[in-house]
């Protein structure tokens, strides 16, 4: 099974909205990471965020991470139709291969 | 600065055939890594090089199999393909062994027939 899941699996929202979605994982991690997917694209890399921190921004993203309860949020705030993508979360487990282990992906949806 | 190459962007195959499927990482990054994405399963890892040397390798039976290049560019080979190997296969790359951050390429979209 995943490492990480995310949550919704998809999500429409009007221009203009925030949009958050969820990742929750299992083990205990070094970092997690939020990429975003393009149509079927490669993935590009939007955050990371090591264990001992709680929160970071970048531009219009703030992703928090809350690890006693494994689970990491990323907020998309003033959303744009050219954010219209798929968001995985990726897990670097601690004592692990320096693999990360990405979810599904949460589809978002951002009607102009 | 060029970012992570792969090609071709499209292969289509029929079963029990052998596809070859290439990745040029980042100049100076010397770890590749190759996933799989198939409809609806999210990314699945395959490979990871560095330096020449296969690192890791995920949960795939031995006929998909790779090779990193003095250059680090990278060959990820199928062969006997079978129809569910069809899926999207990413390539990336990070800046160091271990590296925390990796790079990807555009994909390689193949589809067994």
């Known amino acids: 099974s995943q490492q990480g899941e995310e949550d919704p699996q998809a999500l429409s929202i009007q221009e203009g909205e925030n949009a958050t979605m969820n990742c929750s994982y299992k083990?205990?991690?070094?970092?997690l990471q939020w990429y975003r997917q393009n149509s079927g694209r490669g993935l590009v890399h939007l955050i990371l965020i090591r264990s001992n921190e709680r929160e970071k921004h970048s531009g219009r993203l703030r992703v928090t991470l809350d690890t006693s309860k494994k689970s990491s949020s990323l907020l998309i705030t003033a959303s744009r139709a050219a954010d219209t993508a798929s968001y995985f979360c990726?897990?670097?487990?601690?004592?692990?291969?320096?693999?990360?282990?990405f979810g599904r992906g949460t589809s978002l949806i951002v009607h102009p | 600065e060029a970012g992570v190459t792969q090609s071709p962007t499209h292969l289509i195959k029929t079963r029990g055939q052998q596809a070859t499927l290439r990745c040029s990482p980042i100049s100076g990054h010397t770890s590749v890594y190759w996933y799989q994405q198939a409809l609806g399963l999210g990314l699945q890892f395959l490979l990871w090089y560095d330096e020449g040397e296969e690192r890791n390798r995920g949960n795939f039976p031995p006929r998909f199999s790779g090779r990193q290049f003095p250059n680090y560019s990278s060959e990820l080979n199928v062969n006997a393909l079978e129809l569910e190997d069809s899926a999207l296969y990413l390539c990336?790359?990070?800046?160091?062994?271990?590296?925390?951050?990796?790079?990807f390429g555009p994909g390689t979209r193949l589809l067994v027939l």
């Open positions: 990336a790359s990070s800046l160091e062994y271990r590296g925390e951050t990796q790079y």
């Open positions: 083990t205990s991690i070094n970092n």
């Open positions: 990726a897990t670097d487990k601690t004592g692990g291969s320096y693999i990360p282990t």
